[in-house]
């Protein structure tokens, strides 16, 4: 134990919430949670200073965006959040502020969408923080919403708009959870979250269910943040590439979107878009075949390239 | 995605072994376990590079012992595990090797204790190895061992032997799920590992179960390794303190042993005792009393202190 941890670890049990089917949280070796006849689906995902956020972020925003992607991992299965795991790596001599603002920023998120903080680790290093968090989330026996079930003739869809993510959105975002459950309704074939470019991962969904795609860069939604993208076409084949405007391209291939990909066959998604009734956006951007990955613009077909966001 | 990931995540699936009840692991967005009437028993641990184990240390063992003080901890609520996550933060151009010889470490341990590895994120960082292990337990409803319920006249019991743990065995220790099983089956009213030293510990599971305890020194088995310990009395109190052999003294506060540590009360201590079957040694080495943390040396009572390892 890191010294610094003691009273941490004091606050953080002193502020703890209690919840129903959470037996036992923060203060012992381990959180025990109510079994049930669900399936439970379980992510984790790290933040490190200087690749997922800069040095000097406030750290509430780290804490949020930490339990964020991880809740947007759940949103891709279909499950529901039941409980959040917080094991971070400090740095020698971290300001007592510091883990109790990221826990803040986990709390907060996590209360919008019912997801508790129930335990962790906390310890020191010789380097910047490293925040991982671990979801554990359940969905009904046999629901749960792989990559693997994409079919030929099955439509393409993404939720909200794409590119430019790093403006701002990145640590910002909210998980499309209550998106994720409506579509989970109508029975999507294939599904996961768009966090290193629309290409890259569309690309990696098709290759998971063994078909191609065509997809209508026309009509991908583009964020107004994708303006202000430092995106550019450098080193891609003339066409279609370089006629795309910037924002466009930014939106095929920035990452850190966190928005629903998924495939749903023609008459589920007919259903699905009449009873849409969210507020984030829906749209169809093309279909999947049976092989080759495309993508048609202005009335031409070109092959796709897996454009996405590689960290250092 | 960090540059060098993906090769290390198609070895990672392609190496993957299938599991009974794993519905879904590695390469997707989630793992997905089957659910059941069993509590869930959830836990997270960090190693950090230069905290834990130093700079240039074998990846096997910086893997086995992540998933080890996981394990540990499911063992001492007296859960059995179902599965792991691992969350890997790396250097900046990490060697592929790296990754994966953590991974074989974690996959040798896992298999000895029916723990695959279902999942995880790997990311890089300017700093060195940060490996965080997710581990699932599964423990019949309502029997999770907690901290906190030790009470006046229960037995205080520790398996195996305590000191020097930096020798090397807090890198090799054989987690207690076999020892932690068969004391489950006896009842104990509270539980945990000796991570921070076992003076520290015991005022722990004290504190948290509103009772005192009597300590005897001359009973807590003391590990070979002690004798190596760099541990002194210094700043302690002359007596008992720098009376005992400085292996018993390093036995009491070094902390990092992975052992378990309970309350039982007497009755079913004794048939504990008399089942007792494993090889590793089971020691009674003292009582829970209602008020006062006393240890006892030859003979006399004295104030025990919270004596125990703090990492920088």
Redesign the interface.
Known sequence: ???GELEFLKWLEASAVRTSGI??SI??????????????????????????FLVGEEPERIGRKALAVNLS??A??G?SPR?A?????LP?GFSPELPRRIVQGIRALGAQFHCPL????T??????I?A?V?V????E??R?V???GARAGDCIFVTGALGGSLQGRHLDFVPRLAEAALISSWGPSAM??VS?GLLLDLARLAE?SGVGFELDLERVPVHPDAAHSQTTAAGLPERPWHELPLPRLAALRDGEDFELLFAMNREAATGLLRHWSLPTPLTGIGEFQAHGNVVRWKGTRWPALPL?????
């Open positions: 134990m890191p010294s037996h036992r203060g012992d070796d381990a959180a025990i949670l109510a079994g049930g006849p669900d399936d439970w689906v379980v992510a984790t995902d790290t933040l490190a200073e200087g690749t997922h991992d759940l891709a299965m499950a409980a795991l917080l094991a971070l790596t020698h129930v335990g962790g680790d310890t020191t290093h010789r380097g910047g490293v991982t671990t554990l989330g359940c969905v026996p046999g749960g792989l990559r693997s996961m979250d290193d998971a996405g966001y590689v960290h250092e």
